[in-house]
């Protein structure tokens, strides 16, 4: 019984920082001491699991983030009888430098209420296809926030305000409608930082940029539905990764599917 409720799915997805995702139900195997060369990002979902970094013995219950540094051994164990769950990011060297390895050592264990749904938030935009613009301005977001708790003296949040790089990224954007746009890449086009990028969109728009993205696609994919073009030709059309992906972007705006959309009359509401 309880072989049948252990289960692991892993991937790596194509999001720049992003070594591996892992997601794992475990009750009764323990990890042995270990190591790794990424930055474990780890969120337990159900139990809780103990274990023990640099001789201290530590603990995940469910409203914790944990952060382990890589080069450091640990190991991992349920600390109840049912097991746990977990989700699992390992993040390169890009994300969180080595400089960070000390203070993550002394502080793996991080409250932080709004950091944990952060982190949940980024697993959601991992696992679908066609949303690496959201994953990537998650990841930055959590980022910052992890290094503004490792490093709280040193964090130096840009000013969210910044109208023109707004309108810049939106112009940006608005080119690039279809092919889309890598986070990384708008900010290195652009002279800004990831996250300051993100905040100062949001901040102007009232929107963050891959929700702003995903809109102008909807936009156009509702005009050519209205043409009679067929949901998945449009959906390649607009840039959208395939036909699923443009049916929950629509239906999340629109209120119904495309399908369904194309084919609405007035009477059909009477």
Do not use: C
């Not at 840009?158 to 409608?177: I, K, N, T």
């Not at 936009?219 to 036909?243: E, I, K, M, W």
């Amino acid at each position: 019984m309880a072989a049948a409720r252990e289960s692991v799915s892993a991937w790596r997805p194509g999001v720049p920082g992003v070594v591996e995702v892992f997601h794992a139900r475990f009750t009764e195997y323990a990890y042995p001491m270990h190591v790794h060369d990424a930055w474990t990002l780890l969120i337990v979902d159900d139990g809780a699991v103990r274990y023990d970094l640099d001789r201290h013995e530590h603990g995940t219950p469910h409203d914790t983030v944990t952060l382990l540094p890589p080069h450091i051994p640990h190991n991992g164990s349920a600390a109840t009888a049912d097991g746990f769950r977990k989700r699992v990011l390992y993040l390169d060297a890009s994300r969180l430098g080595e400089d960070l390895i000390g203070p993550a050592v002394d502080s793996p264990d991080l409250r932080d209420p709004l950091l944990r749904w952060r982190v949940g938030q980024l697993h959601g935009a991992l696992a679908r296809a066609g949303d690496e613009l959201e994953a990537e301005s998650r990841l930055t977001l959590v980022g910052e926030r992890l290094r503004a708790h490792l490093r709280p003296m040193a964090a130096d949040r840009p000013p969210s305000r910044d109208p023109v790089l707004a309108r810049r990224l939106r112009e940006l954007l608005d080119e690039r409608v279809v092919e889309g746009v890598a986070l990384d890449d708008a900010a290195a086009r652009l002279q800004a930082h990831p996250a300051h990028l993100v905040r100062a969109f949001s901040a102007a728009y009232g929107i963050a940029p891959h929700q702003y993205l995903m809109s102008r696609r909807v936009d156009r994919a509702r005009r050519l539905l209205l043409d009679g073009r067929s949901p998945g030709d449009v959906a390649v059309t607009t840039g959208f990764y395939d036909q699923s992906h443009l049916t929950r972007h629509f239906r999340r705006l629109v209120g119904v599917t495309p399908g369904r959309y194309r084919h609405r009359r007035p009477s059909d509401s009477a």
